[in-house]
């Protein structure tokens, strides 16, 4: 019976051992609520993000049409025809102009982004490196503590 005792104690304690990391890697942990708070926190300024463009789209636009209208108002009062060459140059210009302000603000949306989206990502990486630090220290605490 004595030998019996000596092979099941280590045994036991193995299964301990992993009760105890399995109630750890799987319990809702504080570590997890974060990173759904994080998570939420990043797809609601996303959503910011996306309004905050659309309104500068509109305003952009609104703001092209007024100074287009001006232009042609100014040309039409000069006596130039708003289908003359020099006439639709200059307008031509505008419209560049401002597609380069759209293109401006849609990178700078995208690159807000991308910002979020790395940092959700850090942070989940961080979760996990936690979770399995946490791990390591329950296993050798049970194991030589």
């Not at 019996?4 to 193995?14: E, G, R, Y």
């Not at 049409?65 to 020099?86: M, N, P, T, W």
């Not at 690159?111 to 329950?138: F, H, P, S, Y």
């Amino acid at each position: 019976m004595g030998t019996l005792s000596s092979v099941l104690t280590p045994i036991m304690s193995i299964g301990t051992v992993l009760g105890g990391i399995q109630k750890v890697s799987h319990g809702g942990s504080d570590g997890d609520l974060k990173q759904e708070q994080y998570a939420q926190n990043a797809a609601f300024q996303k959503q910011q993000n996306l309004i905050d463009f659309q309104n500068a789209e509109t305003e952009r636009r609104a703001k092209l049409r007024q100074l287009v209208s001006k232009q042609r108002a100014a040309f039409g009062g000069s006596g130039v025809r708003s289908g003359a060459g020099s006439s639709e140059a200059v307008l031509q210009g505008m419209f560049e102009t401002s597609d380069i302000e759209r293109q401006q603000n849609e990178a700078e949306t995208n690159l807000a982004n991308q910002k979020i989206d790395m940092g959700v990502d850090q942070q989940r990486r961080l979760n996990l490196l936690q979770k399995e630090q946490l791990k390591q220290k329950t296993l050798l605490s049970t194991l030589f503590g």
